[in-house]
T-cell receptor, first 114, second 114 residues
Framework: AQKITQTQPGMFVQEKEAVTLDCTYD???????LFWYKQPSSGEMIFLIYQGSYDQQNATEGRYSLNFQKARKSANLVISASQLGDSAMYFC???????????FGTGTRLQVFP | NAGVMQNPRHLVRRRGQEARLRCSPMKGHSHVYWYRQLPEEGLKFMVYLQKENIIDESGMPKERFSAEFPKEGPSILRIQQVVRGDSAAYFCASSAGSYNSPLHFGNGTRLTVT
């Protein structure tokens, strides 16, 4: 079974608008962490934001916020005020408390247009 | 800025040759991970190492692939007798080890087998 599911292979958004990238996960471990990474066309993996399973509040980092709905097992990334430089692949990942490895989703390609 | 350092950035090998990929973790990190990314796909976990120990190699192909993280020096991912299907981007990441610590990635090594 897929542990991390990203159902949107591609998304388009106009500059300065907000966009939500979907991520659902599957785990029976009560302790886990959820991560989002950005991969621009240059290829590097850039860590964006983290949400812990016990965190009471949704994580925010600048223009990035995580809409964490634990009961629905979703951890959607919200990018506010999109910029052209946000065009990239975005990967959701999960780490369960009893392991140390990150499991990645298949990614969403975001394109921001003027 | 002592981030995760990978070299070489690009590596070309003929079928049957050996490929050696190197990774120096971030300062203070003792946990190293190797991931493989095929074009237009997400990252697939290969192996997780701590100094002198392989902790989880559940994602490593059974043959031709090996990894080490010696007491001194970088972590090495070795691929013997490369085949065309080994062509991919190989990413190394390091972390401080706790489940809420993000993995910090290097820029990757792009292996091309001709």
């Amino acid at each position: 079974a897929q542990k991390i599911t990203q159902t949107q292979p591609g998304m388009f958004v106009q500059e300065k608008e907000a966009v939500t990238l979907d991520c659902t996960y599957d785990t029976s471990d009560p302790s886990y962490g959820l991560f989002w990474y950005k991969q621009p066309s240059s290829g590097e993996m850039i860590f964006l934001i983290y949400q812990g399973s016990y965190d009471q509040q949704n994580a925010t980092e600048g223009r990035y916020s995580l809409n964490f709905q634990k009961a629905r097992k979703s951890a959607n990334l919200v990018i506010s005020a999109s910029q052209l430089g946000d065009s990239a692949m975005y990967f959701c990942a999960m780490r369960e408390g009893n392991t140390d490895k990150l499991i990645f989703g298949t990614g969403t390609r975001l394109q921001v247009f003027p | 800025n002592a981030g995760v350092m990978q070299n070489p950035r690009h590596l070309v090998r003929r079928r049957g040759q050996e490929a050696r990929l190197r990774c120096s973790p971030m300062k203070g990190h003792s946990h190293v991970y190797w991931y493989r990314q095929l074009p237009e796909e997400g990252l697939k976990f290969m192996v997780y190492l701590q100094k002198e120990n392989i902790i989880d190699e559940s994602g490593m192909p059974k043959e031709r692939f090996s990894a080490e993280f010696p007491k001194e020096g970088p972590s090495i991912l070795r691929i013997q007798q490369v085949v065309r299907g080994d062509s991919a981007a190989y990413f190394c990441a390091s972390s401080a080890g706790s489940y809420n610590s993000p993995l910090h990635f290097g820029n990757g090594t792009r292996l091309t087998v001709t």
